[in-house]
């Protein structure tokens, strides 16, 4: 009676199905006894494969960079750094491809599939004892790494031809992993190219219009088509929280033991509100102090199953399930200037995976491949390699959770 009772009112005050409310902070077992977990991130921004090197986006807002985001140490980034000619990225891009545009690397980085060996990925996933892995399918470029149906109305064939999203999820599965699927909900610069300088450029950046129901149709193909155990979306989604609930329905119908992140909080449009005099410089005060203080942590939101603070250890207040999210170095996307000053040592990328794994969270550890040749690159395969060494004697499932 009590549970009947706290389910109506959760339904009452949410307006939240009750199917999800049962849902509601509570991943399935298998994703809480897997404990690590491999994150792709492969753009086309891995073609140039450059990003600023030194300084995380907690330590720009810390330092009141005037534009912090220009100069994130993310590749996958790349396309929108460009957009300011006097930052790190557009430097080096202006000094080696002239006025090119981005679109261009599209060729060496399809060129590069011809050596793409998805088995041998999975292989080398699976060693290291990873229970699941998370493709990024479309980030905030805009392409999309399988031949979706859904046409893009601004960019006409912005998307691959050779099905990368299927033969990975046929490979890790033969592998004996999960396979979840990682989708840029929140960005799309083929629909909306604002450059994103300051933090208030955040928000003017998110598509509407007809953007919503694109992406929405595109979720709903890459759901039906790739069944992904984890559905991670990024940013936050452009539409009304109904509408949210709509693809949460869908997916859990298709995916009964599904996972969903929560980083889909409901983004109404701001354009009018940060246009009224002085909004837009007190939102961008608020929200540099915020990242300053506490790093990149998504907002609470009404559904989700876990937590995804980002290169981060849990953050005060945290309760549920979490997974902390980051990459070997700096960067999520391969950036070729990296250094072994930039990556995770031995020690301490053994030594955080369970720190992570006892705080009660799971470790999400990306793998960035290069874009001309579709190869895993020899600093990033040595930790993967550790990884595997480690989990052979002393297996990441045994790792005890917080008392």
Same mark, same amino acid.
């Given at each position: 009676?009590?549970?009947?009772?706290?389910?109506?009112?959760?339904?009452?005050?949410?307006?939240?199905?009750?199917?999800?409310?049962?849902?509601?902070?509570?991943?399935?077992?298998?994703?809480?006894?897997?404990?690590?977990?491999?994150?792709?991130?492969?753009?086309? $921004?891995?073609?140039? &494969? +450059? @990003?600023?090197? %030194?300084?995380?986006?907690?330590?720009?807002? *810390?330092?009141? !960079?005037?534009?912090?985001?220009?100069?994130?140490?993310?590749?996958?980034?790349?396309?929108?750094?460009?957009?300011?000619?006097?930052?790190?990225?557009?430097?080096?891009?202006?000094?080696?491809?002239?006025?090119?545009?981005?679109?261009?690397?599209?060729?060496?980085?399809?060129?590069?599939?011809?050596?793409?060996?998805?088995? $041998?990925?999975?292989? &080398? +996933? @699976?060693?290291? %004892?990873?229970?699941?892995?998370?493709?990024? *399918?479309?980030? !905030?470029?805009?392409?999309?790494?399988?031949?979706?149906?859904?046409?893009?109305?601004?960019?006409?064939?912005?998307?691959?031809?050779?099905?990368?999203?299927?033969?990975?999820?046929?490979?890790?599965?033969?592998?004996?992993?999960?396979?979840?699927?990682?989708?840029?909900?929140?960005?799309?610069?083929?629909?909306?190219?604002?450059?994103?300088?300051?933090?208030?450029?955040?928000?003017?950046?998110?598509?509407?219009?007809?953007?919503?129901?694109?992406?929405?149709?595109?979720?709903?193909?890459?759901?039906?088509?790739?069944?992904?155990?984890?559905?991670?979306?990024?940013?936050?989604?452009?539409?009304?929280?109904?509408?949210?609930?709509?693809?949460?329905?869908?997916?859990?119908?298709?995916?009964?033991?599904?996972?969903?992140?929560?980083?889909?909080?409901?983004?109404?449009?701001?354009?009018?509100?940060?246009?009224?005099?002085?909004?837009?410089?007190?939102?961008?005060?608020?929200?540099?102090?915020?990242?300053?203080?506490?790093?990149?942590?998504?907002?609470?939101?009404?559904?989700?199953?876990?937590?995804?603070?980002?290169?981060?250890?849990?953050?005060?207040?945290?309760?549920?399930?979490?997974?902390?999210?980051?990459?070997?170095?700096?960067?999520?996307?391969?950036?070729?200037?990296?250094?072994?000053?930039?990556?995770?040592?031995?020690?301490?990328?053994?030594?955080?995976?369970?720190?992570?794994?006892?705080?009660?969270?799971?470790?999400?550890?990306?793998?960035?491949?290069?874009?001309?040749?579709?190869?895993?690159?020899?600093?990033?395969?040595?930790?993967?390699?550790?990884?595997?060494?480690?989990?052979?004697?002393?297996?990441?499932?045994?790792?005890?959770?917080?008392?």
């Amino acid at each position: 009676m009590k549970h009947d009772l706290a389910l109506r009112l959760a339904t009452k005050a949410t307006r939240m199905p009750p199917e999800l409310v049962r849902r509601n902070r509570q991943p399935p077992p298998w994703w809480t006894a897997a404990r690590l977990g491999i994150f792709i991130h492969w753009t086309i $921004a891995s073609v140039p &494969a +450059f @990003a600023p090197r %030194g300084r995380h986006i907690q330590e720009l807002a *810390a330092d009141k !960079h005037p534009l912090p985001t220009s100069e994130v140490p993310y590749v996958e980034w790349y396309p929108n750094s460009i957009k300011f000619p006097q930052s790190s990225a557009g430097r080096y891009h202006r000094e080696h491809y002239g006025a090119a545009p981005f679109e261009d690397f599209r060729a060496d980085f399809e060129g590069g599939l011809e050596q793409w060996d998805p088995g $041998a990925w999975a292989e &080398a +996933f @699976a060693a290291t %004892g990873a229970g699941y892995v998370v493709f990024v *399918a479309k980030h !905030h470029d805009g392409y999309c790494l399988w031949p979706t149906e859904v046409e893009n109305p601004h960019a006409p064939g912005w998307h691959c031809q050779r099905d990368v999203v299927g033969e990975l999820a046929e490979a890790v599965r033969a592998a004996g992993m999960k396979f979840g699927i990682y989708y840029s909900g929140g960005y799309d610069f083929t629909f909306n190219p604002h450059p994103i300088g300051t933090f208030t450029d955040s928000f003017r950046a998110v598509p509407f219009d007809d953007y919503p129901a694109y992406a929405a149709a595109q979720v709903r193909e890459l759901v039906e088509r790739y069944e992904p155990s984890v559905l991670w979306n990024d940013i936050c989604w452009p539409a009304p929280q109904k509408e949210i609930y709509k693809i949460f329905q869908h997916y859990f119908e298709v995916v009964p033991d599904g996972c969903v992140n929560d980083r889909w909080a409901s983004m109404p449009n701001l354009k009018r509100l940060l246009d009224l005099p002085g909004v837009d410089r007190a939102v961008n005060e608020l929200v540099r102090r915020t990242v300053a203080k506490k790093g990149l942590v998504p907002p609470s939101v009404v559904f989700s199953q876990h937590r995804t603070p980002e290169y981060m250890d849990r953050p005060p207040g945290f309760d549920g399930a979490w997974e902390m999210t980051r990459g070997m170095d700096q960067s999520f996307g391969y950036n070729r200037f990296s250094t072994e000053e930039d990556y995770l040592t031995q020690a301490d990328l053994l030594n955080s995976l369970p720190a992570t794994m006892r705080s009660g969270g799971n470790f999400l550890l990306n793998v960035g491949p290069r874009g001309e040749d579709a190869q895993i690159p020899p600093e990033q395969l040595a930790r993967l390699r550790w990884m595997a060494e480690r989990n052979a004697t002393a297996p990441w499932t045994e790792v005890p959770p917080a008392p």
